[in-house]
Structures are given as C-alpha cells and as structure tokens.
C-alpha cells in the first residue's frame, strides 16, 4: 500500500474508533511504519475522528519530524514497540473498559486477561500489563522494551492499551477485541465464568497457525 493510501486508511480507522466511543477527545493516536523505515503517526492534541491527510506527522527512521503537525507525545511508546516487534502499525487508545481493567489489583502483569473468548485468544494472544508512567514519559517505552517483544497487546496502568499488528486493520481488529474482552472480563467478575482450557488453545494456535510467542493460558 502507497504512503498516500496510507493516510487515508489512518484517517478512516481512526474516525471509526472515535465514532464508536473508543478513544474520546483528542486521545489515542495511530502509527504506521513506511517502507523506507519512517512513520505517518498522527499528530499531538487531535481527535482520530477528525484527522486531515495531509497533516500526519511524517518521521524519518530515528523519529525526526519531516512533515506534517507535530506528532504525539506518545512517540516513545510506538518507538518502543517498533524497536522490540516486526510490527507494521501501532494503536493506542484510551477505551473506558481496558482502561478499567488495568486498574484492578487482582491483574496478573504477565497475562491480564483469561481466554474468554476465541476470538481474544486469535487477535491478541495474550496481554501484558505494564506500571503507570506520565503520558510521554520515555519510561513508557522503556518498560514496554522490558517486555522483550513476547507482546503483541499492552495495558498500561491507569492510562489505556497498546496494540500491534502486521497491518493497521490487525492492529485496530485486536484493539476492538481487547476492550471486548475486557469488558466481559468486567461484566463476569467474580462469577467464576468458564474460559477456554488449555487444549481449546492449543487447538486453536494449531488450527490457525498463530504465533509460538503465543500465551499458553
């Protein structure tokens, strides 16, 4: 996909997960790595739902403005992610029930959510769930190279998730399937629900050829 389809693609996701309530204000950004190793990410204090094209912030490979509006704050994150993953596209938003979940005292940092659902199990795999740090803060990105890339899907405390993928729709589809998740998660707590056992799993990373890294749950 060329770089000019690209922001359009950004901008058509982004509208669509700010339409549905998933990241409200001016929160969450997008980012996509290029060909030539930059980024289009987009830029600081501006709704996903009204992006404009032409004013994605453009990054060459060491994260320079070579382009466009400034770019977030949260530039540390998604070079963090880039840095620790084969990723192509990054997603990070401020949706009310993966931001709830991160809040919980009872959360496994290492594997935040129970397999509830296949789909959970197919899009993400398994969740990590990383201190609170100012937004911005560089720290961020530090604790997310800690992670040593065994994590396609990140909470951050107090704050929101972070998703990777292979492409921009892989990245939005596990976003909207964490905070699905996590959502259940919060409707079934304390219910002591059935999840997925370990063979449902495995059959499923078996049958779908999902990642090794994969959690066994």
């Known amino acids: 996909m060329n770089e000019s389809a690209l ?11 700010f339409e549905r309530g998933l990241t409200p204000g001016a929160s969450g950004n997008i980012s996509v790595r290029l060909s030539d190793g930059g980024w289009l990410v987009t830029p600081t204090n501006v709704s996903l739902g009204f992006l404009d094209p032409a004013r994605l912030s453009r ?23 880039y840095e620790s993953r084969k ?4 997603v990070h938003l401020h949706s009310t029930h993966a931001v709830a979940v991160s809040m919980l005292p009872e959360i496994n940092p290492a594997n935040a959510l129970p397999p509830l659902t296949p789909y959970y199990v197919m899009r993400c795999g398994c969740t990590a769930l990383v201190p609170y740090h ?30 990777a ?12 399937e ?3 998740t996590a959502k259940l998660y919060l409707l079934l707590r304390g219910a002591a629900p059935r999840v997925l056992d370990s063979g449902q799993v495995s059959d499923l990373v078996e049958h779908f050829n999902l990642s090794p890294e994969l959690c066994r749950m």
């Open 7 to 17: 922001r359009e693609q950004i901008c058509r996701f982004g509208a669509s997960l």
């Open 59 to 81: 990054l060459d490979a060491s994260g320079r403005l070579l382009s466009g509006d400034p770019p977030t704050k949260e530039i540390p994150l998604h070079a963090a992610i």
């Open 87 to 90: 990723a192509a596209a990054v």
């Open 134 to 163: 100012r937004p911005g803060d560089p720290a961020v990105g530090d604790a997310i190279r800690g992670l040593g890339g065994r994590y396609s899907c990140v909470l951050l405390a107090n704050h929101g998730s972070v998703l």
């Open 165 to 176: 993928g292979e492409t921009l729709e892989a990245a939005v589809f596990a976003a909207e």
């Open 178 to 180: 964490l905070e699905e």
